[in-house]
């Protein structure tokens, strides 16, 4: 009994871990698409990822053998590929040139909310009345940061929204993603992900190539980071976590993220968000924490 305590006790501090990397690196992201997105349109800089991306997961999937994964695990990882590497990462950075870096990682972390709205309605797990409450709350988040950002204009309060949507197909990814850690590694369902999503993506390297002609070294070195850091490894840590325990839980762990975003892009790019636009933020947060608080804890 005591050894299978102990072994239960090792696997969930490995995952601990690895949903830590992912958080660090995931917040970097932030700072790094709304650092390169100056030299990058949406599409080229999310092809760019992912090409780097899928170069990394590719060599070690074939040093490691791999293998192809089951039929079983294919929806969910063709479902993931095409919402979470492919439409998230053209939508993010399409938002990022919208607003600063701290104020897109504010909305996007409405996502584990979602996530629980999407277990509701395809997984017939119900709707508390916590999550239609967190929803409200979170919506009205979203509303104040557009209003701050705006000053009238149209330009922000499109930002927020593509935010938005990239939080939506954030939580479709994951919602995806989970069945199909049932059937497959962890690396088996990032590596053919991240293939996907490149696929999806290849429209854009028309625009990429010509970019990457243009852009001075530093910004193209960013692509590069964020195809190996917070897309093959951070991904990788992200699916080895999830498959021992539950989306729920593996959202909450992003809650971090926009705090670790500010204080990035303060350090790194000269970013802060004004009061109003942090205020915003914070209830999109709280509404996150209201819709996954409270509950009965289920009998042991």
Known sequence: ?????????????????????TVLLWASAFVAIRSA?????????????????????????????GGLPPRAAWPGIVGSGILWFGLYMVVLNWGEQEVDAGTAAMVVNIGPMVIALLGGWLLKEGFPSRLL???????????????????????????VLLCLLAAVAYAGGVVCQKPALKHASAL???TFGCFVGTVGCLPFAGQLVSQVAAAPLPATLN?????????????????????????????ATTYVVPALVVLMAWIVLGEVPAWLTLAGGLLCLAGVAVSRGGGKTPAR
């Open 1 to 21: 009994m005591n050894q299978i305590i102990t072994t239960e006790a090792r696997v969930d501090r490995r995952a601990i871990v690895a949903a830590g990397i």
């Open 188 to 190: 088996q369902v990032t």
């Open 133 to 159: 409450a967190g929803m409200a709350v979170s919506f009205a988040g979203a509303v104040v940061v557009g209003i701050s950002m705006s000053d009238g204009g149209r330009a922000s309060i499109l930002g």
């Open 223 to 251: 692509v590069v980071y964020l195809g190996i850091f917070p897309t093959a490894l951070a991904f990788t840590t992200w699916a080895y976590a999830l498959a021992r325990t539950t989306a729920g839980k593996m959202g």
């Open 37 to 65: 997105a100056q030299y990058f349109t949406p599409g080229a800089l999310a092809l760019g990822r992912l090409l780097a991306g899928s170069v990394v997961l590719g060599a070690i999937w074939l040093a490691r053998g």
